[in-house]
């Protein structure tokens, strides 16, 4: 029986003969090129494009379109004016001090470590600070926002825009309508003291953070802090209401959902009403039942068709206003309306509790 070993090696000579009996070299004495994998042909990244750092009296920040969805670093800057424009996987801030800071999106967590005396706009899925002193933010945060050995902290509803702005928050897979600004859980309490409160009522964006200075790369992005041009609805939140008298008023999946719940907030709040709480969220027949009780079988189809926006507006005379809303201006749309104030506030504790335990707030 034979082996493989014992045959003889018959190394090629590296030279060939063609048809007519001439030698031919060619290529055979070249190197075969390496094989090429999908990650060599990556383009390089330069962690320089993702990080802030040891700024001083500058005005930084990135333009729409640099960071597209990556993280991004800032950290050991002093008396800056920083923009994020765009939106991004995660953004970090770290021992910065007396800084204004604007950033676009954030489809994971904000986490602010080590700084003092800042001022924010913040969009984002989770925010944590940790171990600061006296920061101002203007929030928009889907889930509950958390403080952390941190004092003199003050939160007040997300107010901005630039022409980018709702894309950014359709890339960063969050909702303008899941905004628990007011909701804060202090992790590290301290008995007889508060270490944070919500910004005055009338507090405006312009008053903390500036529109980027004319004289900067930003100054092309055209900013609006005016509340009525926000992305995101300016509600009360966990401020006490005015009034007893308060209305739940739903929007059911389709196209027009969000242009049809900013219309209502315009109309609503043009009578003199407050938005106190919005939110969207998925709902199940089973979830129908629960909230919209007698009315559920109205709405068990159209709930199988996506998420549902629905808004709590208060005031006296709220519910007979929704309703003549409804009726003139959404004729064509189905909607929930609270029938009566006797039953409004059932209503809307049905259906934020329920919202709340889905998004497990």
Known sequence: MGCFFSKKSKRKSGKELTSN?????????????????SWDKREKVDPNDY???GAKDATIGRLPGKLNGQQLVIQDCENCDIYVFDHSATISIDDCINCRVVLGPVKGSVFIRDCKDIKCVVACQQFRTRDCKKAEVFLCCSTQPIIEASTGMKF???????PELAFHFKDAGLSIFNNNWSNVHDFTPVSGETNWSLLPEDAVVPDYVPPPDSESEFKGVRVSTDAGRSIVPLTRGGRRKDCDESCLFVFFSGDYTTANARKLID???????ILIQTKEVAMRPEDANRVFQGSAEDFTELISKGPVVALELNGDGVVEACRAIANEVFSGTKVFVSENKNTSGRDVDNFFNFADMQMGL
């Open 21 to 37: 009996g001439a030698e031919n070299t060619t290529n055979n004495n070249a190197e075969a090129e390496p094989k090429q994998y």
């Open 51 to 53: 990080t802030l750092k």
């Open 156 to 162: 007040g509803c997300y107010q901005y825009y630039y």
């Open 267 to 273: 109309e609503a709040t043009g009578k003199g009403f």
